[in-house]
């Protein structure tokens, strides 16, 4: 075992019912050291999470949930969550907010792809700096951000937040393609097919691949730009630069 798999390894959030959940601790920073572990973590939709797998998240130390779906998504979301679990909920597309942006990208069928987290970080940056707000936030304990299938909106989310933390950006790449990976095992836990080809075909047509469109909207982020219009306040930033390791 190579040390990116072992490492990889000790970073999924091991839970019943969920397939791509992994701690963004220990990702190597561009000043040395690493991210803390336990403090922020990331995965699909929590909606099929068993019993034990909620036990496994309180075991980790996560006491939040940010929700980045849509409304249309969480009406569908019924279950009934453990009493100490606080639920924190961020429209991340803001679809009606926004539907110009939006317009563009369903037309040609690049929702799905890395293809817009680039131009979503741009010019709707509020939209991904509320959804970090709520981490930075949020109360004592572990925090866990998703979305439906844990790729695009947490993966916007994950960019972001790892950028500001200044983690390599290498590893942020690297933490994106472990979604890949995951990719087949939630799909077919849900009885869905895979369609990782067609997100190939649309990445191609665009003189990419899905790994080097990601790694364009990393190298492209501007943490500056992006701060000035997120929304964020300087305790938000610490919060986040830190891994929530200042607040208590």
């Known amino acids: 075992m190579s040390d990116g798999r072992a490492v990889r390894d000790e970073r999924t959030l091991r839970a019943e019912g969920l397939f791509n959940g992994r701690d963004l601790g220990g990702l190597p920073l561009r000043t040395g050291g690493t991210t803390p572990s336990g403090r922020v973590f990331r995965s699909e939709g929590v909606d099929r999470l068993a019993p034990a797998g909620w036990d496994a998240l309180r075991d980790a130390g996560i006491r939040t949930v940010v929700d980045l779906r849509a409304p249309s998504e969480r009406s569908k979301d019924t279950g009934v969550r453990p009493e100490w679990l606080t639920t924190v909920v961020v429209d991340h597309d803001g679809l009606d907010d926004a539907p110009s942006f939006w317009q563009a990208y ?114 492209g982020f501007e943490v500056d730009r992006f701060v ?5 306040d300087a305790s938000d930033l610490e ?10």
């Open 106 to 219: 369903w037309d040609t069928g690049l929702v799905g792809t890395p293809l817009y987290y680039g131009p979503h970080l741009r010019e709707l940056p509020e939209r991904t700096g509320a959804a970090l707000q709520a981490i930075a936030r949020a109360e004592p304990g572990g925090v866990l951000f998703h979305c439906a299938g844990g790729r695009d909106r947490t993966g916007i989310v994950a960019l972001a937040l790892l950028a500001l933390a200044d983690v390599e950006p290498e590893a942020v790449v690297e933490d994106y393609l472990v979604t890949i990976d995951n990719a087949p095992a939630l799909l077919a836990s849900i009885g869905v097919p895979s369609n990782e080809g067609r997100i190939d075909d649309l990445c191609a047509q665009h003189g990419t691949t899905v790994e080097g469109a990601f790694r364009e909207a990393v190298a």
């Open 228 to 232: 000035e219009r997120s929304g964020l």
């Open 239 to 248: 919060a986040l630069r830190t891994f929530r390791a200042r607040v208590t």
